[in-house]
């Protein structure tokens, strides 16, 4: 097939020898990737799902022919997507998620019209089982009642050569029993904006789902981008998204509040089974669960103010409890460093914005420890929860550490990032190229003006009466990296907080 004008995108990483999942298991070798034979990349026509399913472990119900109400007891509502009509095309694909983790041939999968059929809903495999995931949820900090996959398919589980298990999920694959009043679609303008921004967070570094292709159909809906009254018809797009687990705050949350505690105790062994097999220096299963949830979400909240990334909507629904980034909606990567930065309009008094983004981790961690209640000891749970401050701050100083190129710890570390991120603010540097131009300046340049005024970058920062002074310490600093390091090694360091994207970037994708 050819692929549309639209955009198309293919994110490329060195190739790995693919193993025989047949006769080689990881655990069973030391060196197995010399010992184990090399096959193919497969194709679309040779690749299933996990013959075991979701439904094997959990309780579903099929709801195939007409939506009624949902009752309690279950976690899946086994439906199928509904299918797109008009010319429907593949616009882009990630070459690492075909190739590395669902062990598809990119070239041979993007050229055949079958992935196309499959990733946009229109082909449910023999080896699927498709199904939409009952949740429920706190939005704004009010409990919202159930809630559910209103317009995201799970269609089954893989386990790739390496052993590890993916969930693949469609995003906009038509109507649900969760959907409500909406019509369980996703349009070609959100689409790309989760596309391109859940591929960036990995390769900045940031836990997240992760995104295998984008499909677009001349079929349309109605929406009202601004919200404004004035809708218009724009192009239904279908997101091919993957994770490890797609079980939130609220999967749990429901559960409780409801009295479904024999579900919720079923629900937090699978997970933590298949999840959270190390210690997080707790005997007690459950303990240990809800630990390496506070630890994991408190390092991923880290990682987002490192790279000035503001979700939008951390509604307890849209907090995974593995702690990777999930549900790319209204979010924003930041330009000028704002620490007040919202990036969704209908959050009037900005409760999600960048700087509330650690505190509402709290806020959500407390909800999934009142909903383990049945499971774990109040003061125990409560033992756990206050250790997430620790941890968020320990690694937001380590993840600007990083970001200034300093090595180890030093005492005036913490004081010599919170000057820097206040002259910021006041003086609307950008966020990312600030600390690209540090990264730039070798020792010697450090001193000299007019160097300095040839990076635009720190041109409005160099103007603020504490520059000198602080720039006089992190040059001071620089030094007691070692004799070992030098402004070469300390570029590299630095290197992979060049590459965030941005507003106007991302929207000169979208082509309609």
Not at 85 to 92: F, H, P, S, T, Y
Not at 195 to 207: H, T
Request: aromatic fraction near 12%; glycine fraction near 6%.
């Amino acid at each position: 097939m050819k692929y549309s004008s639209v955009v198309f995108i293919a994110l490329l990483i060195p190739t790995l020898c693919i193993q025989d999942r047949a006769s080689c298991k990881k655990r069973y070798y030391f060196d197995w990737l010399k010992l184990c034979p090399a096959f193919n990349l497969l194709e679309l026509s040779n690749w299933q799902f996990s013959r075991a399913t979701l439904c094997d472990e959990l309780p579903c119900i099929e709801q195939k022919d007409g939506f009624i109400g949902v009752k309690n007891g279950i976690t899946y509502s086994v439906v199928d997507p509904v299918p797109l009509n008009k010319d429907v095309k593949l616009i882009a694909v990630s070459d690492d998620v075909l190739a590395n983790i669902l062990d598809l041939d990119p070239n041979k999968a993007s050229e055949f019209s079958s992935f196309v059929e499959f990733s946009s809903g229109n082909y449910v495999l023999p080896s699927s089982t498709p199904m939409a995931h009952r949740y429920g949820g706190h939005q704004f900090g009010s409990w919202a009642g159930q809630l559910g996959d209103g317009r995201a398919v799970l269609l089954g589980e893989y386990i790739n050569r390496n052993g590890a298990r993916w969930e693949l999920q469609l995003k906009g694959s038509g109507k649900t029993p969760y959907s409500r009043h909406g019509d369980g679609r996703a349009v070609l303008r959100s689409s790309v904006r989760e596309f391109l921004a859940s591929e960036a967070m990995y390769y900045l570094g940031v836990p997240t789902s992760r995104a295998a292709s984008l499909v677009v159909s001349q079929d349309k809906v109605w929406r009202d981008q601004f919200y404004d009254g004035h809708p218009n018809k724009e192009r239904i797009a279908v997101v091919l998204r993957l994770a490890q687990s797609w079980f939130r705050i609220g999967s749990l949350e429901l559960l409780t509040i409801n009295g479904e505690f024999d579900l919720l105790r079923k629900t937090v062994d699978f997970v933590r089974y298949r999840h959270f097999y190390n210690s997080y220096g707790y005997e007690d299963e459950y303990e240990n669960f809800f630990a390496g949830v506070v630890r994991k979400t408190a390092e991923m909240i880290a990682k987002w103010q490192s790279v000035g990334f503001a979700h939008g909507v951390c509604n307890t629904d849209n907090f995974s409890l593995l702690a990777i980034t999930i549900d790319y909606g209204p979010f924003g990567f930041m330009e000028e460093y704002n620490p007040k930065l919202i990036p969704n309009t209908s959050d009037d008094e900005g409760r999600y914005s960048y700087e509330n983004q650690p505190d509402v981790g709290y806020f959500n961690l407390d909800k999934l420890r009142r909903a383990l209640a049945p499971l774990i000891n109040e003061k125990r749970s409560l033992k756990i929860l206050k250790e997430y401050s620790s941890i968020f701050t320990q690694k937001f100083h380590e993840e600007f550490r990083h970001k200034l190129g300093l090595m180890g710890q030093r005492p005036h570390d913490v004081s010599l990032i919170e000057e820097l991120l206040k002259m910021m603010s006041e003086t609307k540097a950008d966020f990312t190229m600030t600390f690209r131009r540090l990264s730039e300046l070798t020792l010697n340049e450090q001193n000299d003006p007019e160097f300095i005024k040839k990076h635009w970058a720190l041109n409005d920062l160099s103007r603020h009466k504490n520059w000198k002074e602080w720039l006089e310490r992190y040059h001071k600093r620089l030094l007691h990296n070692g004799e070992g390091d030098n402004d070469t090694k300390r570029q590299k360091r630095m290197k992979s907080t060049w590459k965030i994207p941005i507003q106007y970037i991302r929207q000169d994708k979208i082509l309609v």
